[in-house]
Every structure is written in structure tokens, then in C-alpha cells.
């Protein structure tokens, strides 16, 4: 017999359980007990008990599995001191590859005494919405040096880097619109488009040919249009054909957003990021989209581009209108850190001289390092999930910290241990890595947990 709920729209089926809940909550009034037995029965627990919901039993499965192959943990790994070339784990210091401080801008003198000079003033929260009462100087001056830097009309920062693409995404578009974005685009843009309620569609990673044939065939269905690619691949370390991608998004007068987290201080001659790579006008690009956790030493993200672009997102986006501004003295620390980089444009040549000769050390090696192009991130790709988890942890008691990618955030035969390099990394760290980790996989990686 067919389901009648089958054939309502979403709308109609709730109404439909709500008359159908009532009529049982009725039926028990008068006889509480009864009811909370009935109820208990219908109601399973995976529906209202925590350790019963199904993604906890899959992170218990998984710790299960990780027991079983003898693998202990590589997660949530306790660091102390401000992480650089080097960090410190159970009281040893080791080579560290697993930070984000591109140009080793986090920890900088300048920048402490500027922050610490800030919290003076400013002590260490906005404590209001930016909309009512959290404004502060540190935060407009910020927003001119971004869009400066990107040499457009204006910009604003959020308090989050994953929040600022999700709050980005779902203000701009809706129903009657299209976000269409690399295949492997970062989670965050994924989260805005869901919740925008915008259709999604996929293009090969980097192919700007096949984007133009899915534009071709699917721009006169929607309003606003909007592509979303990365300025450089967080999980592979390469970079699209800027170029390419602004020419399509002008052939179908459609929006082009760059997201530049793993970019910014790393490419371009003074570290300006993608439009200074392939020597483009950022403004023809309409959204320019950052976070201030890499390279820029401290945390938030932002979004820089058209004065009407900023303002909607201004009087708009629920993750700024609704939630605290960035702390003042945080927004003072980035300031001058853009400053710094601008100013010792040499940490950028060291950092792309370092991922130049990480990258061709490791295939000197025989290690595959995929699509990476020899900036600040590459991968040595181990093709399983648990070798990778087993030979992190062998590189650890050789005093190298670096942080396996395991599936689901990557595919099973391209499970990877992911190296960030750094300004401050010299040619003994990388030279040594490179090839302990040759002689761990040539040597046949441990099999127990150490």
C-alpha cells in the first residue's frame, strides 16, 4: 500500500504529522505515565540520546579500529610555545610542519607589543555587535589596510574564517540562484551554499574548460551565478589559471570568488596572493575572500571588494550583524602584520625558495607529492588512510611533527601526510624530513602504535 505522505509537499507533510501527534497526544491526556511510556516506545533512542546518535557510534567504530591496528591517535595533539620551524610535544622540541605561520609573522616582536599596547586600551573582547556598540577604530583601520592590500573599494572581517565564506555564500545567493566551484573546493563554501539553499554544481579541479561547458549549458537558468575557487589547494598545494577563470566569469556575466586562506603571503613577488601571481587587477575579480589564522599570525577572516559588496554583507550577514566583533587588539596585530609583510618582502622569497627545495628533494626521493607546485603546502601521498596515521607517528619519534589526512577528508588511495612549509624552516629541517621519511617507507613503515 502506498505511503499518503508520499505524495505532499514538505509543507503539507508537517501538517499532516502535526495532526497525526496531536490526535496520539489526545488520546494519553489525562495519564501522563501512559503517554511518556508511548512515547518512549515511538521515540527511538537514537533520536534523543547522545551516545546513541549515529555519528557517535562512527567516531566509536573508528577509535575501535584505530585499537585494533595497535594506532594511537595523531589528533588533537598537545603543542606548547608559539609554533614556528619548530614546536614542542611531550617536552621535546621537534621539526614542526603542521602550522599555518607562513612567514613566521606569528609570535614577531613588533606585532606582540602592538597587540599588547592594544589589550592596554582595548582589553581583549568588542563585547557588542560591531552593528550597535562593538565599533572600534582598530577595526576600520584593518578593513582600509585589506582593501588596500587588494587594491579595491572596501572590506570587512568576521570573527571566523570557515563562518566568513558560510555567512558570504548564504547572504548573497538563494533559491532562484547557482554557486558552481572546484571539486575540491573547502568545506566552508559548501556550508554556505547548503544553507543559501542555492543549487550546486561541481567542475574537475582546476578544468576551466569544463566549467565553460557546464556555464554554457546552464546559465540561462538562474539568476545569480556565482564561481568559487581556491587561490591555492589547502590538501594539494597548487594553484588555478586566475586568467582563465576571470575570462569565463565576463563570457556569462557571472560572480568569481577567490578564496585565498592558503594564498595570501605566499604568492606573488610581495605576497599579495593570486592577482599579484599572474599579474591581474584584483578588481576583476568581484569577491576576494581570506582568513587572518595563516598567514597573517592570528584568527577571523575576511572579505574584500565593491562598496555595495561590503555593504550588503555590513547590514546583512548573520555571522556579523548577530555576533561580536573581532577583538580590537587582535585587528591591530594583523594590521601590522600586513605591514611586516609588505615591508620584508624577503620572508616571501624564503618561503617559496623553501617549498621549491622541500618539493624537489622529495622527488629526488621517489615520494609522491601529487599536484603540488612547490609552495607552502605538500603532500606526500601514502595512498591508505593507515599507513599514513603509522607513519606519522614514526616521523614523530624521529622528532618530525606532521599531521596525516585521512579519509573522508580525502579519498582512501589518497590518504597523505601534509606538510606546511615555512619561511623560518632552513635546509638542514627539510633536507633531514625529506629523507626520513624516504627511509621510513623504503624501510617498510612500523606497524604498532609508538
Known sequence: MTNPLVSLDKAAKQRALSKILKKRRGKFEGNSDVTARRLEEEVPETFYHFDKFAEYQQIKMHKAAADHFLVNSPFFQVHDGCARDTTWIDGKEVINFGTYNYLDLNGNPEINAAVSNA???????????????????????????????????????????????????????????????????????????????????IFPHNDWKELDGLLSRSRHRFEKVLICIEGLYSMDGDIPDLKRFVEISRKYNVLLMVDEAHSLGVLGDTGKGLAEHFGIDPREVDIWMGTMSKTLGSCGGYIAGSRALIEILQYSAPGFVYSVGMPPALAVGVEKAIELMLREPERVSRLKSNG????????EHGLETGRAQGFNVIPVVTGNSLHAVRLSHALLKEGIAVSPIVHPAVEENQARLRFFITSSHNENQLRYTVETVAKLIKEGIPQQAL
Do not use: C, W
Open 119 to 201: 589589550i592596554e586600551r582595548y582589553g581583549v573582547s568588542a563585547s557588542a555587535s560591531r552593528l550597535v556598540a562593538g565599533e572600534r577604530m582598530p577595526h576600520q583601520s584593518l578593513e582600509q589596510a585589506l582593501a588596500k592590500l587588494y587594491n579595491v573599494d572596501a572590506a570587512l572581517t568576521f570573527v571566523g574564517g570557515h563562518s566568513t565564506n558560510v555567512n558570504t555564500i548564504a547572504t548573497l545567493l538563494g533559491g532562484k540562484d547557482l554557486v558552481i566551484h572546484d571539486q575540491l573546493i573547502h568545506n566552508s563554501i559548501k556550508q554556505g551554499v547548503l544553507l543559501s539553499g542555492a543549487t550546486r554544481q
Open 356 to 363: 621549491q627545495y622541500f618539493l624537489s628533494l622529495a622527488k
